[in-house]
């Protein structure tokens, strides 16, 4: 088949290179004339495990293609996808208009017989409205079914997440572009939902909506856990041992960030306020997220008598999560914001976010070669991101480089006793 992506970000780049690398024909989209040039010689504008090499090898292929241009792209497609990217606006709901934008492009684009499908994460109803607009700018003689197959990779696996996915959503009441969609997914592993466009729409807000949840409960456990002196980790493998609930997205930590949870959440409350509920429990799943990373910050001070001034805190992980360099909402940056305001001199690390987080993180850190460096001279160490290298760090190393060994453990990935037998002192979220 020939298909279409719109975008090249996290969700439209890993697709469309996986879908060329099963032997399809794959034009991707993009706006921007550098981007463009750098992924047509294989160069990928962000980090994501074994995307540099997929891209390559299909662009040498001639099966992986980049235009700036939709007619490139539209005219020759079976399949047209919109991966743009849906931001929060200022009071929570999505901000469509790059979805929108995109379809009125591929809709003057349009030349036989088109399905076009919504990636991107949008509210229900909004693949009505860009069935509208592409009827509405779509030239004469033009038809095209609209779908909804929303997107559920995760940064850090996503090419085997698109490969092996646990279900494959396909909202449409067209059964030409349902038998079309299932062709194309047939050598992709994964149970087939089919359903209307608003229930696709409303399955993705709703799963990331309860792997928030899940999260944010997993917090408040650990909060409780530290106050009745119980262990946090104990109670929560136990309580994911229960087959009906799973251990899965029940860690505690520093709080959830990237691109998604956090927007996705706000936009369900936003969603529900529309159509009347106020959605109480998901407003508190946000509350209790920002929550989390602020009682990590008053961890620290607090080890310091609320007295950071000219204290060296060494913060190792910046990504929003391992194994990605992206730094959307990731909670380093509120907890980094928050020690600097209280006097901090903070020296970061992290394997591969570090160009980007320099774009976001205030002026006046420094930046280390690796955790050893960081650590030198520091009064603590913050592990922020459970990077799997901090997990086989050499603590006896890093202890004798650092003036005080305090480490604070923002993903609970050491074990308190070993730890404190290096003489650290430790402190761990929702256990001692
Ligand atoms: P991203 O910001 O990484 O990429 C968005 C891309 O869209 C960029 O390449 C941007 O240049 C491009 N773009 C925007 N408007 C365009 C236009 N009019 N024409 C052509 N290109 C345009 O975003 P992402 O992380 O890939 O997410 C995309 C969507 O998928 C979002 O709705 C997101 O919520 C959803 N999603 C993301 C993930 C994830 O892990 N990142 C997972 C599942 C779903």
Same mark, same amino acid.
């Given at each position: ?20 690398? +099963? ?44 235009? +700036? ?15 743009? #990217?849906? !931001?929060?606006?200022? #009071? ?17 684009? +349009? ?18 409205? $860009? ?6 700018? =779509? !030239? ?7 779908? &909804?197959?929303?997107?559920? @990779? ?16 396909? #909202? ?8 079309? @969609? ?20 409303? $399955?993705?807000?709703? &799963? ?20 009745? *002196? ?24 520093? #709080? ?19 159509? *009347?509920?106020?959605?109480?429990? +998901? ?6 997220? =920002? ?19 000219? =204290? ?88 004798? *480089? ?25 402190? *761990?979220?929702?256990?001692?």
């Amino acid at each position: 088949m020939t298909i279409a992506f719109i975008g090249h970000g996290y969700v439209g780049l890993v697709t469309a290179s996986v879908f060329a690398d +099963l032997g399809n024909t794959v034009w991707v989209v993009g706006r921007t004339r550098e981007k463009i040039e750098n992924l047509k010689k294989g160069v990928t504008p962000f980090f994501e495990p074994g995307l540099a090499e997929l891209v390559k090898r299909n662009v040498e292929a001639g099966r992986l293609k980049f235009t +700036l241009d939709y007619k490139d792209a539209v005219a020759p497609s079976d399949i047209i996808f919109i991966c743009v #990217g849906t !931001p929060p606006k200022e #009071g929570g709901e999505a901000d469509l208009i790059n979805v929108f934008m995109a379809a009125e492009n591929i809709a003057k684009a +349009l030349v036989g017989y088109k399905v076009v499908v919504t990636k991107s994460t949008v509210p229900p109803g909004t693949n009505k409205k $860009i069935g509208e607009i592409l009827n509405k700018f =779509k !030239p004469y003689g033009a038809s095209f079914s609209i779908a &909804s197959v929303p997107e559920f @990779l995760r940064e850090g696996s996503a090419i085997d997440d698109t490969l092996h996915p646990d279900r494959v959503v396909v #909202g449409t009441t067209s059964d030409r572009a349902a038998e079309m @969609l299932l062709e194309l997914h047939k050598p992709i592993n994964g149970k087939t939902v089919f359903c209307n466009l608003e229930t696709a729409e409303l $399955i993705k807000y709703a &799963s990331n909506s309860l792997l928030s949840t899940k999260i944010s409960f997993a917090n408040v456990i650990a909060l409780l856990s530290e106050k009745v *002196g119980a262990d946090a980790e104990r109670v929560l493998e136990a309580v994911g041992l229960d087959k009906r609930l799973g251990r899965s997205f029940l860690y505690a930590g520093v #709080g959830y960030g990237g691109s998604c949870f956090p927007k996705d959440v706000k936009a369900l409350v936003s969603i529900a306020r529309h159509y *009347g509920y106020n959605f109480k429990l +998901l407003r508190a799943v946000d509350e209790i997220n =920002k929550q989390t990373a602020q009682n990590f910050v008053e961890k620290i001070a607090h080890h310091f008598n609320n007295n950071l001034k000219d =204290k060296r805190i060494a913060v190792l992980g910046l990504s929003f999560k391992p194994n990605t360099d992206d730094m959307r909402e990731a909670p380093s940056i509120y907890i980094i914001n928050q020690l600097v305001k209280l006097g901090a001199n903070i020296v970061a690390y992290d394997p591969v976010a570090m160009e980007n987080a320099k774009r976001v993180l205030p002026a006046g850190i420094s930046f280390a070669r690796d955790a050893y460096t960081a650590a030198r001279g520091a009064d603590a160490v913050a592990v922020v991101t459970e990077w799997n290298e901090f997990q086989q760090l050499d603590l006896a190393r890093l202890a004798r *480089g650092m003036s005080t060994p305090v480490l604070f453990d923002g993903r609970n990935i050491y074990e308190p006793a070993k730890v404190k037998a290096l003489g650290f002192t430790y402190y *761990g979220v929702g256990r001692m």
